[in-house]
C-alpha cells in the first residue's frame, strides 16, 4: 500500500499558520487606524485596551476596506493601503518601545493567554479532519464549513467573488454576506499554497472567538466601568461565561435513553438541533463564525459611537461616527440577520436619544448611519444585481412573522394532528418562557436577577443595553427567515440578546447585583455547571459523531454516507481532490455527480477548484442565472443516470457541450457499477478504490 498522507497533521499546521497571519489583516490595521484617530484616547489606554480595540475595529473596518478598494480598484491598491498600515504601526511600535519594555504580565494577564491559547487549540481541533491510518473524517460541521471554504477561495482569487458552486459557462456573481471570508482570503493570498481556504476558514473560526473574548473586555471597560477591580472580576467572568449555553444537555441526555430503548436516530449530531436553535458562543464560532464576527462588529459599533458621544470636540465625534458607520457598513457584509437586528436597535436608541434630547448621540447615530449605506451600498447593489440567482431557496417571503418553535410540543401537537393555524401559534406563545428557559438556562435565571435588583430609573448604559436585549428577542421570537430551511434571523439575531445577558450574569455571579442567597447560589452553580457540561458534550459530539456513526455506535447521516465506510471513502476522496490541487491549473473546472444528499462535502472542502453544477439547483441561490442551469443538468444527468436507465460509453458528447476540465466518478454513483460505462471504458488521470477522474481535454 502506499504511504499514509497525514492529512490532519498537515491541517493543524496549515492552520496554525494562518491564525498567526491573521493579526497582519485585523489587528495591526485596527491598530494602526485607532493609534491615528485616537479612537477611544486609544494613546492614553493600556497595552490590554489597545490590542482589543485593535482587533474589534480591525474587524469592522478591515473586511469593506478591502471590498472597496478592489472593487473600485485593483489588488495592488488594497495591498497598498495594508502596507501602508503595517509601516504606520511599526513606526508607531519604534517611537513607544521604551515603554513596551515596562509593561508587565499579570496573574491575570497570564491566565487570559492561557484562556485564548486553549481555545485556539479547541477551534483547530474541532475543525479539522482527524486520522487514523487510511481512515480521514471531518468533523460535522464541515457541512458548512466546507461551503464557506469555497468562497474563501473565490475572494482569493478575486474581489468581488464569483460563485464557486456554478459556471453556465461564464462567472457569475457570489450572492453571500462573505467579508469575513476576506481576511482569509488576504491571508491564503499572502501563503500562496501554505494556507489552503478550509485552513484560512479553520483560522477565522478561532480569531472570531478571540474577537468575542475582547468585545466583553471592552464592554466592561467602556460602558460599565467601576474600578480595576471590578473592571478584572467581570472580565474575567464574562469571557469564562461564553463557555457556557442553556440546558440542551437535558434534551441531549433523553436522545441516549430514547437510543437505548431502539430510536436510532434520538441521538442528533449537534447538541442544539433538539429545538429552534440558540447556540452557545463556542458552537457558533465553530459553525457559523462570520454570524460572530457581525456581533462583535455591531457591538464595537455601539462602543464607538457611545466613546465618541462623550469626548471633547466635534472632530473627534465625527471621527468615531464615521469609523462606526464603516464598521457598521462592514457588518452588513458579516452577517445579514445579525446587523438587521442591531439595526433595528439602532433606529430605536436614535428615536430615544432624540426624544430625550441626548443631541450629541443623536447626531452620531445619523452620521454613522449615513456612512454606512454609503459604504454597504456597492456590496447590496451587487447582491441585487442582474443574474442574482433564484432567491428564496423555499419560494415563500424572506421573513415571515411566526411564533418562535418549540419543538417538543410540536411533537405532542403532531401525534394529535394539529400542524399548523392558530392553535399552534397559541401553544409555542404560552411556552415561550418554558422555551427560552431551557435554551438560555443559566442565562435565564441570572437575566432576571439582574433585571430585578437594578435600580429605575436605569441608567444610560444599562438602559441601552436593555433595549437591545428586548429588540433581539421581540424580533427573533416572532419574526423568521426563509431564504432557506433554516430560521437563520431567529438562530443568529439571538446572538445580541445572548450577548447582554453574558454581561448581566457577570455582574450577577460577581456580586455587582448585591450579594446572593445560598439557594441562588446553588441555582446558578447547577445551571452553569449544567451548560458548560453542554459545551464540552457538544464540542466532543461534532468532533467524534462521524467516527462513532462509522463504527455504528450512532446512526450514519446521509449527508456523510450510505454505509460504514466513512472514514475509507474520506481519505480517498481527499487523495484524490488534493491529486487536482496539485495537478490543474488555478482556474480549472470540476464536475461529479449533482445528485447528491445535500451536498458534495469532500469537493467543497478539498477540491478548491470551480464547481460547474454543485447540486441539483447548481447553487444558484448563492448566484447565476437558473435557466442557464438546466441545459446543464440534462448533460449531467445522462452523465450520471439512475439505476436502471442506460449509461454512455464515452466522455465525449459532454465533454464538448460542458464547460468542464475534470470529471469525477464516485464508488457511490450508478454509473460506477456499470461495467460498460464511461467510467470503465475511458482512461482516468486519476483512480483509487472510491474515486477515478477523467480529463475532458482542452478547457474551454
Given at each position: 500500500?502506499?504511504?499514509?498522507?497525514?492529512?490532519?497533521?498537515?491541517?493543524?499546521?496549515?492552520?496554525?499558520?494562518?491564525?498567526?497571519?491573521?493579526?497582519?489583516?485585523?489587528?495591526?490595521?485596527?491598530?494602526?487606524?485607532?493609534?491615528?484617530?485616537?479612537?477611544?484616547?486609544?494613546?492614553?489606554?493600556?497595552?490590554?485596551?489597545?490590542?482589543?480595540?485593535?482587533?474589534?475595529?480591525?474587524?469592522?473596518?478591515?473586511?469593506?476596506?478591502?471590498?472597496?478598494?478592489?472593487?473600485?480598484?485593483?489588488?495592488?491598491?488594497?495591498?497598498?493601503?495594508?502596507?501602508?498600515?503595517?509601516?504606520?504601526?511599526?513606526?508607531?511600535?519604534?517611537?513607544?518601545?521604551?515603554?513596551?519594555?515596562?509593561?508587565?504580565?499579570?496573574?491575570?494577564?497570564?491566565?487570559?493567554?492561557?484562556?485564548?491559547?486553549?481555545?485556539?487549540?479547541?477551534?483547530?481541533?474541532?475543525?479539522?479532519?482527524?486520522?487514523?491510518?487510511?481512515?480521514?473524517?471531518?468533523?460535522?460541521?464541515?457541512?458548512?464549513?466546507?461551503?464557506?471554504?469555497?468562497?474563501?477561495?473565490?475572494?482569493?482569487?478575486?474581489?468581488?467573488?464569483?460563485?464557486?458552486?456554478?459556471?453556465?459557462?461564464?462567472?457569475?456573481?457570489?450572492?453571500?454576506?462573505?467579508?469575513?471570508?476576506?481576511?482569509?482570503?488576504?491571508?491564503?493570498?499572502?501563503?500562496?499554497?501554505?494556507?489552503?481556504?478550509?485552513?484560512?476558514?479553520?483560522?477565522?473560526?478561532?480569531?472570531?472567538?478571540?474577537?468575542?473574548?475582547?468585545?466583553?473586555?471592552?464592554?466592561?471597560?467602556?460602558?460599565?466601568?467601576?474600578?480595576?477591580?471590578?473592571?478584572?472580576?467581570?472580565?474575567?467572568?464574562?469571557?469564562?461565561?461564553?463557555?457556557?449555553?442553556?440546558?440542551?444537555?437535558?434534551?441531549?441526555?433523553?436522545?441516549?435513553?430514547?437510543?437505548?430503548?431502539?430510536?436510532?436516530?434520538?441521538?442528533?449530531?449537534?447538541?442544539?438541533?433538539?429545538?429552534?436553535?440558540?447556540?452557545?458562543?463556542?458552537?457558533?464560532?465553530?459553525?457559523?463564525?462570520?454570524?460572530?464576527?457581525?456581533?462583535?462588529?455591531?457591538?464595537?459599533?455601539?462602543?464607538?459611537?457611545?466613546?465618541?458621544?462623550?469626548?471633547?470636540?466635534?472632530?473627534?465625534?465625527?471621527?468615531?461616527?464615521?469609523?462606526?458607520?464603516?464598521?457598521?457598513?462592514?457588518?452588513?457584509?458579516?452577517?445579514?440577520?445579525?446587523?438587521?437586528?442591531?439595526?433595528?436597535?439602532?433606529?430605536?436608541?436614535?428615536?430615544?436619544?432624540?426624544?430625550?434630547?441626548?443631541?450629541?448621540?443623536?447626531?452620531?447615530?445619523?452620521?454613522?448611519?449615513?456612512?454606512?449605506?454609503?459604504?454597504?451600498?456597492?456590496?447590496?447593489?451587487?447582491?441585487?444585481?442582474?443574474?442574482?440567482?433564484?432567491?428564496?431557496?423555499?419560494?415563500?417571503?424572506?421573513?415571515?412573522?411566526?411564533?418562535?418553535?418549540?419543538?417538543?410540543?410540536?411533537?405532542?401537537?403532531?401525534?394529535?394532528?394539529?400542524?399548523?393555524?392558530?392553535?399552534?401559534?397559541?401553544?409555542?406563545?404560552?411556552?415561550?418562557?418554558?422555551?427560552?428557559?431551557?435554551?438560555?438556562?443559566?442565562?435565564?435565571?441570572?437575566?432576571?436577577?439582574?433585571?430585578?435588583?437594578?435600580?429605575?430609573?436605569l441608567p444610560r448604559a444599562e438602559l441601552a443595553l436593555a433595549i437591545l436585549l428586548g429588540t433581539s428577542l421581540l424580533i427573533c421570537t416572532f419574526v423568521r427567515s426563509s431564504v432557506v430551511y433554516a430560521n437563520d434571523l431567529g438562530w443568529r439575531g439571538i446572538l445580541l440578546a445572548q450577548f447582554v445577558l453574558v454581561l448581566w450574569g457577570a455582574d450577577a455571579i460577581t456580586g455587582e447585583t448585591g450579594p446572593l442567597a445560598a439557594s441562588t447560589r446553588r441555582t446558578l452553580v447547577v445551571l452553569g455547571i449544567l451548560g458548560m457540561a453542554g459545551v464540552v458534550y457538544d464540542i466532543g459530539l461534532l468532533r467524534l459523531y462521524p467516527v462513532a456513526a462509522d463504527r455504528g455506535v450512532l446512526a450514519m447521516l446521509p449527508w456523510m454516507a450510505p454505509d460504514h465506510r466513512l472514514g475509507e471513502r474520506n481519505y480517498a476522496q481527499r487523495e484524490a481532490y488534493e491529486w487536482v490541487a496539485?495537478?490543474?491549473?488555478?482556474?480549472?473546472?470540476?464536475?461529479?455527480?449533482?445528485?447528491?444528499?445535500?451536498?458534495?462535502?469532500?469537493?467543497?472542502?478539498?477540491?478548491?477548484?470551480?464547481?460547474?453544477?454543485?447540486?441539483?439547483?447548481?447553487?444558484?441561490?448563492?448566484?447565476?442565472?437558473?435557466?442557464?442551469?438546466?441545459?446543464?443538468?440534462?448533460?449531467?444527468?445522462?452523465?450520471?443516470?439512475?439505476?436502471?436507465?442506460?449509461?454512455?460509453?464515452?466522455?465525449?458528447?459532454?465533454?464538448?457541450?460542458?464547460?468542464?476540465?475534470?470529471?469525477?466518478?464516485?464508488?457511490?454513483?450508478?454509473?460506477?457499477?456499470?461495467?460498460?460505462?464511461?467510467?470503465?471504458?475511458?482512461?482516468?488521470?486519476?483512480?483509487?478504490?472510491?474515486?477515478?477522474?477523467?480529463?475532458?481535454?482542452?478547457?474551454?
Amino acid at each position: 500500500m502506499p504511504p499514509v498522507h497525514h492529512f490532519m497533521l498537515e491541517d493543524l499546521l496549515r492552520s496554525s499558520l494562518a491564525v498567526c497571519l491573521y493579526p497582519l489583516f485585523l489587528v495591526i490595521p485596527g491598530y494602526s487606524l485607532a493609534w491615528w484617530l485616537d479612537l477611544c484616547e486609544f494613546r492614553r489606554r493600556t497595552w490590554a485596551f489597545r490590542w482589543a480595540l485593535s482587533l474589534c475595529v480591525g474587524m469592522g473596518v478591515c473586511p469593506i476596506g478591502t471590498f472597496l478598494a478592489e472593487r473600485f480598484g485593483t489588488s495592488r491598491l488594497a495591498w497598498a493601503i495594508y502596507t501602508a498600515a503595517w509601516a504606520y504601526f511599526a513606526v508607531v511600535m519604534a517611537r513607544g518601545w521604551r515603554a513596551w519594555r515596562t509593561i508587565r504580565i499579570s496573574r491575570q494577564d497570564a491566565v487570559v493567554a492561557a484562556i485564548l491559547v486553549a481555545w485556539v487549540a479547541v477551534a483547530l481541533v474541532s475543525l479539522v479532519d482527524l486520522q487514523s491510518g487510511y481512515k480521514d473524517y471531518y468533523p460535522v460541521p464541515a457541512r458548512d464549513s466546507s461551503l464557506r471554504a469555497g468562497f474563501t477561495g473565490a475572494l482569493a482569487a478575486g474581489i468581488p467573488p464569483h460563485n464557486p458552486y456554478y459556471f453556465p459557462g461564464h462567472p457569475v456573481p457570489l450572492r453571500y454576506h462573505y467579508f469575513w471570508m476576506i481576511p482569509g482570503a488576504l491571508v491564503e493570498r499572502l501563503a500562496g499554497g501554505a494556507v489552503g481556504p478550509q485552513h484560512a476558514w479553520f483560522a477565522g473560526a478561532a480569531w472570531s472567538g478571540i474577537g468575542m473574548m475582547a468585545l466583553v473586555a471592552l464592554s466592561f471597560r467602556i460602558l460599565f466601568y467601576r474600578g480595576p477591580g471590578s473592571f478584572r472580576r467581570r472580565t474575567m467572568a464574562g469571557i469564562l461565561l461564553l463557555a457556557v449555553t442553556g440546558l440542551d444537555i437535558l434534551p441531549a441526555a433523553i436522545g441516549w435513553i430514547l437510543r437505548s430503548l431502539g430510536m436510532e436516530r434520538a441521538v442528533t449530531p449537534s447538541i442544539d438541533w433538539w429545538n429552534e436553535q440558540v447556540d452557545g458562543f463556542p458552537s457558533t464560532a465553530i459553525w457559523v463564525a462570520h454570524h460572530l464576527a457581525g456581533l462583535v462588529v455591531s457591538i464595537t459599533v455601539f462602543l464607538l459611537l457611545w466613546e465618541g458621544a462623550r469626548v471633547r470636540g466635534w472632530s473627534a465625534r465625527v471621527r468615531h461616527a464615521v469609523v462606526a458607520g464603516v464598521a457598521l457598513g462592514s457588518a452588513v457584509g458579516l452577517s445579514i440577520y445579525v446587523t438587521l437586528v442591531f439595526s433595528v436597535f439602532l433606529g430605536v436608541w436614535t428615536l430615544v436619544a432624540a426624544a430625550r434630547k441626548w443631541w450629541r448621540e443623536a447626531a452620531a447615530y445619523a452620521i454613522a448611519g449615513i456612512v454606512a449605506m454609503a459604504c454597504a451600498a456597492p456590496y447590496l447593489l451587487r447582491l441585487a444585481g442582474p443574474g442574482s440567482g433564484s432567491g428564496s431557496g423555499t419560494g415563500a417571503a424572506p421573513l415571515q412573522f411566526a411564533v418562535r418553535q418549540f419543538s417538543p410540543a410540536g411533537v405532542a401537537l403532531q401525534a394529535l394532528g394539529i400542524t399548523q393555524g392558530w392553535r399552534v401559534s397559541l401553544t409555542y406563545l404560552i411556552l415561550l418562557p418554558a422555551n427560552y428557559f431551557l435554551e438560555f438556562g443559566f442565562f435565564f435565571v441570572a437575566g432576571r436577577l439582574w433585571w430585578q435588583r437594578r435600580p429605575r430609573p436605569l441608567p444610560r448604559a444599562e438602559l441601552a443595553l436593555a433595549i437591545l436585549l428586548g429588540t433581539s428577542l421581540l424580533i427573533c421570537t416572532f419574526v423568521r427567515s426563509s431564504v432557506v430551511y433554516a430560521n437563520d434571523l431567529g438562530w443568529r439575531g439571538i446572538l445580541l440578546a445572548q450577548f447582554v445577558l453574558v454581561l448581566w450574569g457577570a455582574d450577577a455571579i460577581t456580586g455587582e447585583t448585591g450579594p446572593l442567597a445560598a439557594s441562588t447560589r446553588r441555582t446558578l452553580v447547577v445551571l452553569g455547571i449544567l451548560g458548560m457540561a453542554g459545551v464540552v458534550y457538544d464540542i466532543g459530539l461534532l468532533r467524534l459523531y462521524p467516527v462513532a456513526a462509522d463504527r455504528g455506535v450512532l446512526a450514519m447521516l446521509p449527508w456523510m454516507a450510505p454505509d460504514h465506510r466513512l472514514g475509507e471513502r474520506n481519505y480517498a476522496q481527499r487523495e484524490a481532490y488534493e491529486w487536482v490541487a496539485r495537478n490543474s491549473a488555478a482556474g480549472a473546472r470540476i464536475q461529479f455527480n449533482p445528485r447528491v444528499e445535500y451536498q458534495d462535502t469532500p469537493a467543497f472542502l478539498y477540491a478548491g477548484r470551480q464547481i460547474v453544477a454543485a447540486d441539483e439547483g447548481c447553487l444558484a441561490t448563492f448566484g447565476g442565472p437558473v435557466a442557464e442551469c438546466l441545459p446543464i443538468l440534462d448533460t449531467l444527468h445522462r452523465l450520471y443516470p439512475q439505476a436502471g436507465e442506460a449509461a454512455p460509453e464515452t466522455i465525449a458528447a459532454a465533454c464538448a457541450s460542458l464547460p468542464v476540465d475534470i470529471l469525477v466518478a464516485k464508488d457511490t454513483d450508478e454509473v460506477w457499477s456499470d461495467p460498460r460505462s464511461w467510467v470503465w471504458r475511458e482512461q482516468p488521470v486519476f483512480a483509487n478504490t472510491f474515486m477515478r477522474l477523467f480529463a475532458c481535454g482542452v478547457r474551454r
